[in-house]
């Protein structure tokens, strides 16, 4: 369990990392700025950490309403959808509450926050806020540079992104037609995505077949 435990919150390559504005200057020429990573890219590291087949996700809509907002842009209605994770990995189970102005957004919320709890990301909360050059009229900012986790390469940007993801959206369909388990069983035999790229093609050759058959 410790060489999970070590897979699951090891740092994200910085090119996976995002960040967003928390709170502008007077001025509004400096925003304060904090990292974050979006769901998939949880996603993608627990099928990489104990598989596809070794985690499950559920959740439980606890409210969706309209409230009431003031600030300096006035009063205004605004959408709180929360949503509770209960997030298994190999057997052991721990949730967490999300919110959002969306179920989507809610409900990613909440897989992030149960994922920490597995050691997903938790070090992003240690990480200092960073004040950064911003573009009011542009609304953009440069984000700040992260290093590189020591050991490690940046991940390919080429072809092997773009199967990831051709291939998660065939487990997804297959999970929709009931199939999940046969298709776990084929990541399983490839070790994630596949070790080199012909791996990962012969992987998508086959989870595509599946779906046909």
């Known amino acids: 369990m410790d060489e999970v435990w070590q897979k699951l919150s090891e740092p994200f390559p ?8 928390e709170a502008l200057s007077r001025d509004k020429k400096r925003a304060l700025v904090v990292p974050y990573v979006d769901a998939r890219t949880v996603l993608d590291r627990l099928d990489r950490a104990v598989g ?12 969706d309403a309209e409230r009431t907002v ?6 205004r209605r605004e959408r709180l959808v929360e949503v509770k994770c209960r997030l298994t990995v190999l057997g052991v189970t721990k949730e967490d ?26 070090y992003l909360y ?11 009229e542009k609304g953009r900012f440069t984000p700040p540079r992260l290093p590189e986790p020591p050991g ?37 035999k490839y070790g994630g995505y596949g070790k080199t790229l012909e791996e990962t093609k012969r992987l998508y050759g086959e989870l595509r077949a599946l779906l046909k058959g």
């Open 14 to 21: 910085p090119g996976e990392v995002q960040w967003r504005i």
């Open 52 to 63: 596809p087949e070794g985690w499950q996700d559920a959740y439980e809509v606890l409210a």
């Open 152 to 188: 490690e390469e940046a991940p390919p940007k080429e072809e092997k992104p773009e199967a990831y993801r051709l291939i998660d959206q065939l487990l997804e369909r297959l999970k929709e037609k009931g199939l999940g388990k046969e298709a776990a069983k084929i990541v399983t």
């Open 70 to 75: 003031k600030d300096e842009r006035g009063e």
């Open 126 to 136: 240690r990480l200092e806020k960073q004040w950064v050059d911003y573009d009011p």
């Open 97 to 122: 509450v999300g919110e959002g102005d969306s179920l989507k957004a809610a409900f990613s919320d909440a897989l992030k926050r149960a994922a920490v709890k597995f050691g997903v990301g938790r």
